[in-house]
């Protein structure tokens, strides 16, 4: 739970405009328990997303592990 108030505020920057639609949904970043998935429909979207996220770990002292990441 705790972990879910710590990157609240990222997920809202993750969805705030860069994403794809999921049927009449607009989704940029999903989370569960400690996983994030990022959506992109452009190798630059997905760029736009990972600044995001860079600058908010930098803020927020979170170190994200990309031996854990897959490119799909």
Known sequence: MLFCIYIDDLMRLADSGVGCFVGFTFVGALAYADD?????????????????????????????????????
Do not use: G, H
Not at 41 to 50: G, I, V, W
């Open 36 to 72: 994030i998935v990022l959506i992109a429909p452009t190798p630059s979207a997905m760029r736009q997303l990972l600044m995001i996220c860079d600058i908010y770990a930098a803020e927020y002292d979170i170190t994200f592990n990309a031996n854990k990441s897959k490119l799909k």
